[in-house]
């Protein structure tokens, strides 16, 4: 029996000028796995999550969430195609508390509802929607360990906003949720809340994307791994033999052989 595809990615190339930063990736996130894409640095990592989320747009190829071929701004990507993001440098709004930044987002997915949109119209005011989303809001804050959620954002050190921002993605209910070097700046309790929840959001079907330098760690948490070295995918399988595989000492050593 085939499992069903959350995300699929079909012969995505970028190139900027004369630098061919991907090409022809493709590749498959099934309905709850989370999946490591790992490489050294100019790999094509976060260049690949960018074409995914409608950041930069694709020369060629094609990304589809569930059936759908995904197309138009990040904005729309998130709300209608189900795709939630962090970013390898936190983008919160720092005036903002920790609660109306979740708030934003929780909020914009309600509103892109047709019945939504015909509520915050009649009622000319955006209050009772934010009223809806509370409960929500707290609830995922608390399950990734988010306890001060009236704190100001500027307050906030990197490992914490970092955790803000994957709360805020989860309270999206994204159908695919793409983690781009989330632990970085993490301490040991920290990164305890995001794996619990990540385990949380595979058993509730969503697929995962996870970009992190740290490929044993990566290893430790996906399903699969997908290792891209010059913009182009090199193994793509078990996390266990992408660690002992020829392409894996390649890719970071230079050599095809294991070192005795």
Known sequence: MSRPV?????????????????????????VGETLGLVGPNGAGKSTVIDLITGVQRADRGRVVVDGRVLKGSPSHRANAGGLGR??????LSPDLTVYENMLVNVTARQL????????????GLLRPTYGQAEPEV????ADVGVNDVGRLCSDLDLGSMRV?????????????LLLDEPFVGSDAATLEHVTAALTRVREAG??????????????????????????????????????A????RRVYFGSRRAHT
């Not at 892109?112 to 009622?123: C, D, F, K, T, V």
């Not at 707290?138 to 804050?141: L, N, T």
């Not at 740290?214 to 996390?239: C, Q, T, Y």
């Not at 595989?245 to 894996?248: F, G, R, T, V």
């Open 206 to 243: 969503c697929g995962v994307i996870l970009v992190d330098h740290n490929v044993d760690l990566v290893a430790s948490i996906v399903d699969r791994i997908v290792l891209m070295s010059g913009g182009r995918v090199v193994f793509d399988g078990d996390p266990a033999e992408c660690l």
């Open 6 to 30: 959350a995300l699929e990615c079909e012969s995505l190339s970028k190139h900027y000028g004369g630098l061919l930063a991907v090409q022809d990736v493709s590749f498959r996130v099934y």
């Open 86 to 91: 962090t970013f390898q440098h936190p983008q």
């Open 245 to 248: 595989s020829d392409e894996m």
């Open 138 to 141: 707290r609830r995922v804050a």
């Open 164 to 176: 803000v921002e994957f709360a805020r993605a989860l309270a999206q209910r994204p159908k695919v």
């Open 112 to 123: 892109h509802s047709p019945a939504g949109q015909i509520r915050s119209l009649l009622r």
